[in-house]
C-alpha cells in the first residue's frame, strides 16, 4: 500500500514541470507578424507538447490521419522558426508546412508510439496547444480527441533536412517509463482530509475525516472486486497528507483515475444532497503570460506578494486536458447517485479545488452528502447507507471505463 | 502546506545560468461565462476605469455616505442574497473597501447567513496592481470556518463579489491570513489565486 510514499514525490513532480517548461529550444522572436504562427516543441508528461502561437486566433481544424494530425489554418501562414523538422522520434516523427495562398497545414507525422492527440487553446497570446500522448501511458482524452477525417495522402512528402536550430527530443521519456495497458487499470482514490485536518463536524460531532476513509475503504473493495483494478489510498489512516501529495501520489502511480471523497458542509443547515465536481480551469491572460514566460525564459516578471509557484503552472494546465473526461464521469456519478439514493440533485459543479489541480488524469470530487444537515449526518453514520453510495460510484466508475476502453477498441 | 514564493535557478543548455522569478496571479471563473447577469447591477455598468467613487455619485448617496450591497448566504439554497449598508465615503477605495468588509463580517441583518467566521478580524486591505484588493484576515478566518465545498465557495466568493461588485476599481481578490498567502481555505478552494467575482451565485428570485 502506497500510502506512505516519500515526501520528495513533490519535488520531482515540481521538477519534471521546470524540465517541461524549460526544454523549449531556442527563443522565437518576440514580436510575430501577422501571417506567421511560431511553434515550439517540448517534452511533456504524458508525450510531446506543440506550442503554436499567432498574433490573433486563426480559423483552423485539427484533423488526425492514420500517420498524422494536420492542423488546416484559413491563410496563408509562414511558419518559424521551422518550415520543416524532423524528429524520428516514436511519437512525432517529422513535420512539415503545406501552404497555398488560401491555406495552410501544418503536418504532424506521428510514430509508432503515438496514441492520441488532444488540442486547447491559450490567449494574449494566442496559442494552439497539441499534446500527442504516447502509447502505453495515461488514459487518453477521448473528450477532446480531434475527430478522424479521412485521410488524404499525400505522397509527395519530401524528407526535410534537419535543423540547425537545437530543440528537445520528443518522445525521450518513453523509455523511462514502464509500460502499462491502455484503458483504466489503477484507480487513486482519495479520502478528503485527516489527522489534524478533520474537515467538516457535523451537529452531532460526526467528523468528515472519518466518514471518507471509510469510504475511500469501501471503494477499494468495490473497485477491486468488481472491475479488477488496481486501488491505491491516499491515506489508509487516520494521518495528515498534504493535497499535493496525493496528486502527486496518482501521477507518480500513473493512475488513470483519481477519486477524492469529501463530505459537504455549509453554514445553512438545510442544505442536504451530493453533488461531484470537476476543476474549473481557464487560461487567464496571467497565467497565459506566465505561460510565455516559462516559454521564453524570460526574466524579470513582475514579483508581487505570495507568486505562485512555477511548477503549478503547469500542474494546471495537466489537468486541463482533461476536463472532458472529468467531466463526463462527474456527470456519471452526480447521474448514479441521484438514481440510486435517489437524494435531491445538486448537479455536477466545477470549482478550482486545489486537489484537483495537478492530477494527470480525469479527476473529480465527490461530496457525498452534508454532514452539517442533522438527517443527513444520521445515514452518513450508518453503514449500509455507505455502501450504497460505495455501490453507485463504483457503477459509475465501471460504465466510465467501459466506455472509455470501447473508444479505444479494447472491448 | 506552502506555497510561498520560489526562485529556481536553472543552467540553460550549458549556455549560462538563468534566475527565474515567476509569479502569477490567477483568475478564476467557476461557473460558465455564460450565465446571464443578475437582474438589478448598477454598479456593473462601471468600468474599472472609473475614476474616485466620491465623484461619481449614485441616486443612493446621501451627503458623506454611500450605499454598499453586500452578499450573504441564503438559509435555502447555495445563492448569495443581497443587503445594503451605508458607509462614509472617506477618501480612499480601500477605506471604502475595508468599512464594507466589516459590515461583511459583522454579518446579516435579516434571515440570512453569514459567510466570515465569526471572530474573524479583518487586518487589512489594499489595492494592489492590475485591481486586485489583498484583503488580511485574522487566523480566526480559517480556524473557525466549517469546512466543505459548499461553505467555502460561499466564504469566498461573498467576499469577492461584494468587493467587485461596489468598488470598479477592484477587479479581483486575493485572501491572505494573517499577512500570509495560504494554499487553500479549508483544503478545497485554492487561495493562492487572486478570484475575480462569480455573479452567477448571486440569487436572482430573492432582491433587494
Redesign the interface.
Known sequence: MPSSHPRNFRRTEVLLALVVALSCGPLLPLDLAEGEVALRFQNAPLGTRVILEFTARPSYQVRKQSDRVVVTLLGSFKSIPYKSKTFDEPILNRFKLDRSSRQTELQFFTGPGFAAVTSFEMNAPFRLVLEFQKKAGNAPSLGAETAGAPAQEDPAVPSSTPEPLEAPTPGSEATSVPARPPGISVIVVDAGHGGSETGATGPSGLLEKDVTLDMAKKLQAGLTRRLGVRVILTRDGDRQVSLDDRTALANHERADLFLSIHVNASPAAKARGAETYFLSYQATDDEARALAALENNTLGVETPPGNSALGMVLWDLAQSQYLAESSKLAETIQENLNALLRIESRGVKQAPFKVLMGATMPAVLVEIGFITNSEEEVRLKDGAYRERITQAIVDSVASFKDRVEKQLGLQ | ?K????M?L?G??GISA??????????????RAAAPPPAATPQQAASPETPALSRNPTPAEEGNQREVTIFF??????DLVPETRKIFLTGSVTDQARQTVQALIEGPESHL???IPAGTELREIYL??GG?A?VDFSQAFVNRH??????E??TVFSLVDTLTYNFPEIRKV?I?VEG??R??L?????L??AYVADMSLVSRKEGR
Open positions: 502546506m506555497w510561498t514564493s520560489r529556481v536553472l540553460a543548455a538563468l534566475l527565474i522569478v515567476l509569479s502569477i496571479f490567477w483568475r478564476v471563473d467557476t461557473r448566504q441564503s438559509p435555502d439554497s447555495d447567513i453569514p459567510t494592489g496592481a486586485i489583498y466549517p469546512g466543505g465545498s459548499s461553505a465557495i460561499g486575493r491572505l500570509e498567502e494554499a487553500t479549508r483544503e478545497h478552494l485554492d493562492s489565486r
